[in-house]
């Protein structure tokens, strides 16, 4: 079963999802603070926005154009290399395991 480990406030916690899980719906659905998901998962917020640890980074995805647009209005800085938004990015296949780092402040 694909993992998602979230780190936020210096601790961690790890949580097994469905495959086509994304990392916002894991994080909402199991109670994960710092993750909003105002817009569902759309890709309209950015208020999912998490940062991949690099060791997951080749895993991903490539980001798609609105991804990248809803990027540029994410609350917390941007890193451009591991700066993600969560409802983007399904666990299976080649991303079995995720870790991401959660930021400061979603809104």
């Not at 109670?31 to 309209?44: H, P, S, Y």
Request: with cysteine; net charge negative; proline share 6%.
């Amino acid at each position: 079963m694909p993992k998602v480990t979230f780190h936020h406030d210096g601790g961690a916690s790890t949580v097994d999802v469905p495959t086509g899980t994304n990392v916002m719906r894991a994080a909402v659905e199991n109670g994960v603070d710092g993750i909003v998901g105002e817009c569902g998962g759309q890709a309209m917020c950015a208020t999912c926005h998490v940062y991949v640890r690099e060791h997951c980074l080749s895993a991903l995805p490539p980001r798609s154009e609105d991804e990248e647009e809803m990027l540029e209005c994410t609350a917390a800085p941007r890193d451009e290399r591991r700066s993600r938004l969560g409802c983007q990015l399904k666990l299976g296949g080649a991303l079995e395991e995720i870790e991401v780092d959660l930021p400061e402040t979603q809104l």
